[in-house]
């Protein structure tokens, strides 16, 4: 009897430990209020450009060939160098100059053994040499290749979706590569396309510069005029899984956020973004962070306001 009375008692012991104190009928639970930053709309211009991708390439380019077939004897050109207009570059002796040494002992034949000059027809910079000292070359063979500095223009590849809009003597922009802008146009374009990607290539002239080839640029190109249209923070901006509906969240006096539907536009490179909303106006203010997943007209606390 006393063991089932000790049993009964801690029983009653474990299930009041469990259940915890009895609440009272009027208590509620206490609900988190969102922090949130806000920031106004603002009025912006954007300009309706694209960026198209661009590489750099020689125009004028040339090779020094061998007159002769013979032995070459280099002068000591390497890559890098700089050749000028009718500089020597090697000069080449032939077998039947070779046997004459042996032959003329008198020196009568002479100024027939001089080797034959071989120079250059245009100034340029040496990019390969093929052939070295003593090397045997045939008549024709291209002993070095040369680039003209000054004929380095950008080749700027445009869809062919686009050629209604851009065209030879289009204004446009040369984003360098340390972000330096350099203002230009489109020249001439070449007369085929790319048949794999379906792009047309421009030629944009670069002027002095110190690129190389093969350089990839960026080329901005405005499609039409500037305009302007109210622009909120990107971050503002929420759409769905289709990202073809978008909103952002206004806030009210009352400290309540409503959800607002916009139609999204352009971005700027400030990471500003259009929207379009009859609902909207730069006296308002947008929920910049802190919004993500709110309901429509939560209850929502500022913890700082952004301009």
Known sequence: ?????????????????????????????????????????????????????????????????????????????????????????????????????????????????????????????????????????????????????????????????????????????????????VNSHLQAGLPTADPAVQTQSFIVSLGSSNLPEGANLKVNIPLSNSQSGLAVPVSAVQTDETQQNFWVFKLGKDGVAYKVDVKAGKISADSLQEVTSDRLSVSDQVIVSGAYGLADSSKVKVSLSTP
């Open 1 to 181: 009897m006393y063991k089932k009375l000790q049993i009964s008692v801690l029983s009653v012991l474990v299930l009041s430990a469990c259940s915890g104190p009895a609440k009272d009928a009027g208590e509620t639970e206490v609900k988190t209020t969102p922090l949130v930053t806000v920031a106004s709309p603002v009025n912006h211009t954007f300009s309706n450009s694209i960026v198209f991708n661009a590489v750099t390439q020689y125009q004028q380019k040339s090779v020094i060939r061998a007159g002769i077939t013979g032995y070459i004897k280099h002068r000591g050109w390497k890559i890098g160098d700089h050749v000028g207009k009718g500089e020597v570059f090697c000069t080449i002796t032939s077998k039947e100059q070779q046997a004459l040494k042996n032959i003329d002992k008198g020196g009568i034949l002479e100024k027939f053994r001089d080797p034959i000059k071989v120079t250059s027809g245009t100034a340029g910079i040496i990019t390969a040499v093929n052939f070295q000292n003593g090397d045997y070359v045939a008549e024709g063979d291209v002993l070095a290749n040369l680039v003209q500095t000054s004929s380095l223009v950008l080749l700027v590849n445009v869809p062919v979706e686009y050629l209604s809009k851009v065209r030879s003597g289009t204004a446009c922009t040369v984003i360098m590569p340390d972000g330096k802008q």
